[in-house]
C-alpha cells in the first residue's frame, strides 16, 4: 500500500495550529480563506511550509526522540537564519499523537520539500498567498 493511501486521511484531517504570541490560528488542507498575506512582527509573510521533524516516515518514536529532533530541525532553521513561528499537527483521531513543529515563513515549497525530506518526512503542508493551504506529498 502507498503512504498516500495509509496515511492520507490523517494528514488531511489534521488541523496545523501556528502559534502568534499568546494566541494562534489553526489552519487545515484545502482552506481557501486564508488567501491574504499577513504580518508577524514586521515579518511581511506571503508563504509558510509546516514542518516536523516528530515522528519520520510515520514511525511512532518515544517522546525524548522526538524531542530530540525537534531540536535538531530547530537548530537547523537557525543555523539557516530562517524564520519561524512555533506549531502543532493536531490529528482528528485520538489514534496519533500530537506534532511539535515550525511553520517556516517566506520559504519556496522546493527548499520546505528539501528540509521535509532531510528529516524524513512524508509530507509537509504549504501556503502561498493566493492559493489554498496544501498538502506536499515527499515520497
Sequence with gaps: MRVQEVFGDLYQEA?????????????????????????FGNQFVTSWAFISGENPKSIRLTERENMARSRMLLRHLNVKNMKYLLGLGIPDSDD??????FFVLNISSIEASRI????????????????????????
Design 15 to 39: 488541523s496545523y495550529r501556528a502559534y502568534l504570541g499568546k494566541s494562534y490560528v489553526d489552519f487545515r488542507v484545502s482552506e481557501r480563506n486564508r488567501d491574504q498575506s499577513w504580518f
Design 96 to 101: 496519533w499523537p500530537v506534532e511539535s513543529g
Design 116 to 139: 521535509g525530506r532531510k528529516f524524513r518526512q512524508n509530507a509537509i503542508l504549504f501556503f502561498r498567498v493566493l492559493k489554498s493551504v496544501e498538502l506536499v506529498w515527499l515520497v
